[in-house]
C-alpha cells in the first residue's frame, strides 16, 4: 500500500490555472536567480542548506533555519526553492579511469563478477524464503547465503565470518514498505 497516493485531477477553473501559472513563474525567477549567481553563493552555502525566495539567498546550516528566514523575508513567495550545497568539489575526489589489459587481472575480475551473479541468482530464487523475517533487516549474501541483521556492519561480519573470501557479496536493506514505489522529487500537484 503506498503512503501518499498521488491524485491527479483535471482543473479547469481559470482561478487555480492563473495561480499555479503564478507559483511556476515565482518559481523560475528565483531559479534563474540562483543560477546567475550561484558562482557568487558557491563558497559560503558550501556545507549548508540555501533556499532562494524573492530572488534573495537565504543560507544556513538546517533547512528549517534557511527556510524560516526566507519566510520571514519573503511570506508570500510561494515559489521559494531549496537545495543542501555538498562540501566537496568534484576535483577534491578526481576519478580515474585506466585500461587494464593484464589477463590475470581480467580473469579475477570476470571470476569475481560471476561469484556476484551466483549470489544474485540464489538471491532471487530465495526471496520467498527470506520474507517476511528480511522486511526492516540488512541483507548481505555471501556463498549463496542470506545473512540478516539490524545493521549492515553487523550483517556483513557475519557474512564475512562464514565466507571470508567471496568477493561477489553484497548488502541492500530490505524495506518495510511493500508495493511499487515512485522516486521523484516533490512536487504540488494543483487540484480543484
Known amino acids: 500500500m503506498i503512503d501518499s497516493p498521488i491524485i491527479m485531477e483535471e482543473v479547469t477553473d481559470p482561478a487555480v490555472i492563473a495561480r499555479a501559472r503564478a507559483q511556476y513563474e515565482r518559481a523560475k525567477r528565483n531559479s534563474d536567480w540562483l543560477q546567475a549567481h550561484?558562482?557568487?553563493?558557491?563558497?559560503?552555502?558550501r556545507g549548508n542548506h540555501l533556499v532562494v525566495a524573492g530572488q534573495e539567498a537565504f543560507i544556513a546550516d538546517t533547512p528549517e533555519e534557511a527556510w524560516a528566514?526566507?519566510?520571514a523575508a519573503h511570506p508570500g513567495d510561494d515559489g521559494a526553492l531549496c537545495k543542501?550545497?555538498?562540501?566537496?568539489?568534484?576535483?577534491?575526489?578526481?576519478?580515474?579511469?585506466?585500461?587494464?589489459?593484464?589477463?590475470?587481472?581480467?580473469?579475477?575480475?570476470?571470476a569475481q563478477d560471476e561469484r556476484f551473479k551466483r549470489n544474485s541468482?540464489?538471491?532471487?530464487?530465495?526471496?520467498?524464503?527470506?520474507?517476511?523475517?528480511?522486511?526492516?533487516?540488512?541483507?548481505?549474501?555471501?556463498?549463496?547465503?542470506?545473512?540478516?541483521?539490524?545493521?549492515?556492519?553487523?550483517?556483513?561480519?557475519?557474512?564475512?565470518?562464514?565466507?571470508?573470501?567471496?568477493?561477489?557479496?553484497?548488502?541492500?536493506?530490505?524495506?518495510?514498505?511493500?508495493?511499487?514505489?515512485?522516486?521523484?522529487?516533490?512536487?504540488?500537484?494543483?487540484?480543484?
Not at 38 to 45: E, F
Request: hydrophobic content about 45%; some cysteine.
Open 84 to 110: 543542501y550545497v555538498i562540501t566537496k568539489r568534484m576535483s577534491e575526489n578526481p576519478v580515474t579511469m585506466e585500461l587494464v589489459d593484464d589477463p590475470a587481472v581480467i580473469a579475477r575480475a570476470r
Open 69 to 71: 528566514m526566507a519566510r
Open 38 to 45: 550561484w558562482p557568487d553563493l558557491l563558497p559560503q552555502a
Open 121 to 192: 541468482d540464489w538471491l532471487q530464487a530465495h526471496w520467498a524464503d527470506l520474507l517476511p523475517q528480511a522486511l526492516g533487516k540488512h541483507l548481505v549474501v555471501a556463498g549463496q547465503e542470506a545473512f540478516l541483521a539490524d545493521t549492515s556492519v553487523e550483517a556483513w561480519a557475519m557474512a564475512k565470518a562464514a565466507h571470508p573470501v567471496d568477493d561477489g557479496s553484497f548488502c541492500q536493506y530490505v524495506t518495510t514498505k511493500l508495493g511499487p514505489r515512485i522516486y521523484s522529487p516533490r512536487v504540488r500537484v494543483v487540484g480543484a
